[in-house]
């Protein structure tokens, strides 16, 4: 096969594959590995190539904080925190909307997000049966707070994942970097879909009553076990905090975590295999197959000349045709093998473009493609599990009922990106965490007062405002 034949042939199964992604008519992960084959089968990849063209940094992270998560569901830790929250928020909807996004948010950033709704959308659709109101807006707030989480560390979403696998940035990297936008990011999305659905989350007092009937330490099944998990959890996050002075790979503190979990749970690790999402890591490792073909064929190295010709090779002009093209492509095709592509197309910039130091591409790069997922349903794997979770219960969510909600808050997200990483490019250290932590701080007094402002009083305890009622 000659190299122009080798070109047109990797770039149409690419293309093939990434369309059959999108439509859903076949499993991503088939679709992937049947990419791969072809790819393989034809000669555009001996094995060796397409083994080396696998990341198994990626691999090993996802794998080994799936073992981890998967045993510490068992506890019930996560729907102790959820219940806990709409406790906290006095039964009141407004406030349960904001507390549960709050933990899907931070449990988001230190565990995989689908993970994280799939534990908290079941936990929600009773409180909100409890309130008889609909969940609807709840599951939005929970998606849009699950991507907007991830977005904040290294771990918290597989294009992190994969930029961190690639790159020389960090766990602490992410944090210090991306952490402060997404506080500010996280509040004024919150603080805007109260104002959308202000008049919507309106419960009875004497159902809101109940919710404050509820215990959260009986959804604790297994207190020892408990223990055991977020010992070692505590144990893996600080190996992510100090991996790059350890210098050690994630990969390897998420295995040795799982490993340790393993150990002292005396789990079966056939049964705790079973918690590791095999789809996920196969269609990822049929994703780095095709997307390395066209690296090897030369169509990554074209692109990014054509980028840099845009661009005209300036780093800051290219951040932002990064951030903007990630976020609109990560709006309506997935962003993982969105992501899969654009990281050899930077690592090409940087090469050809003589731009030593990329990180201000990488940080477009995640908080494009992360933040773009809230776009549309479709944008992000976690919109995908709420949505057929909420049909399953017979409550649809229709593409266009979520995108006029989600799309202009995404577009928000990244106008407040663009300002950012433009701050970040002037101000980078501490000036940038520091100026942009005080924004978040100030932005967080002010929609505190501005909630008092614009919404009733609802705030107080429930056995209150029921005695209002029942007075009335």
């Not at 979990?261 to 918690?275: F, G, S, Y």
Request: net charge neutral.
């Amino acid at each position: 096969m000659s190299e122009q034949t080798q070109v047109i042939f990797a770039t149409a199964v690419f293309l093939l594959t990434y369309a059959v992604i999108v439509s859903e008519k076949i499993h991503r992960a088939v679709a992937a590995l049947v990419g791969a084959a072809i790819l393989a089968l034809t000669g555009i990849l001996n094995p060796e190539e397409a083994t080396h063209a696998i990341d198994f940094n990626t691999i090993g992270l996802l794998v080994g904080m799936m073992i981890i998560v998967g045993i510490t569901r068992q506890t019930g830790v996560f729907e102790y925190l959820a219940v806990k929250a709409a406790r906290q928020a006095r039964g009141e909807p407004l406030r349960i909307m904001a507390a549960l996004s709050l933990v899907t948010a931070v449990l988001s950033a230190f565990l995989d997000n689908v993970t994280t709704v799939l534990l908290i959308v079941p936990v929600t659709f009773a409180i909100a049966g409890q309130l008889q109101i609909s969940p609807i807006p709840f599951l939005i707030a929970e998606i849009l707070a699950s991507n907007i989480g991830g977005t904040a560390t290294l771990i918290g979403d597989p294009p992190n994942i994969m930029i961190g696998s690639q790159t020389h940035l960090g766990f602490m990297d992410f944090v210090i970097n991306l952490t402060p936008v997404i506080i500010v990011i996280y509040i004024l999305t919150i603080f805007l879909l109260r104002l959308i659905y202000r008049r919507q989350l309106v419960a009875r007092p004497e159902l809101q009553e109940k919710i404050m009937l509820l215990n959260e330490r009986d959804e604790i099944k297994d207190p020892v076990l408990l223990k055991k998990c977020l010992v070692v959890l505590f144990l893996t996050i600080m190996g992510f905090v100090l991996h790059q002075y350890l210098h050690l790979e994630s990969s390897v503190i998420a295995l040795s975590g799982a490993s340790l979990l393993l150990l002292i749970t005396r789990e079966d690790p056939e049964h705790a295999l079973h918690a590791v999402e095999w789809p996920v890591i196969f269609f990822f490792v049929g994703l780095f197959v095709v997307v390395g073909a066209l690296e090897k064929v030369g169509v990554i190295e074209a692109v990014a000349r054509f980028s840099l010709e845009i661009t005209q090779g300036q780093l800051v002009p290219a951040a932002m045709l990064i951030l903007w093209i990630s976020a609109l492509a990560s709006a309506f095709v997935d962003n993982i093998p969105f992501v899969a592509t654009m990281i050899p197309l930077i690592h090409d910039m940087g090469r050809l473009g003589g731009m030593t130091n990329l990180d201000l591409l990488w940080w477009a790069l995640s908080l494009g493609a992360c933040l773009g997922g809230n776009g549309t349903i479709i944008g992000a794997s976690a919109n995908v599990v709420v949505i057929g979770m909420a049909e399953k219960r017979g409550q649809p969510i229709s593409f266009l009922g979520f995108m006029k909600v989600a799309f202009p808050l995404m577009i928000m997200s990244i106008v407040i990106s663009t300002a950012y990483l433009l701050f970040w490019y002037h101000y980078h250290g501490p000036v940038s965490l520091v100026g942009t932590l005080a924004a978040a701080a100030v932005l967080g007094l002010v929609t505190v007062l501005l909630n008092n402002a614009l919404f009733r009083p609802q705030d107080r305890s429930a056995a209150k405002v029921l005695s209002k009622y029942n007075e009335a």
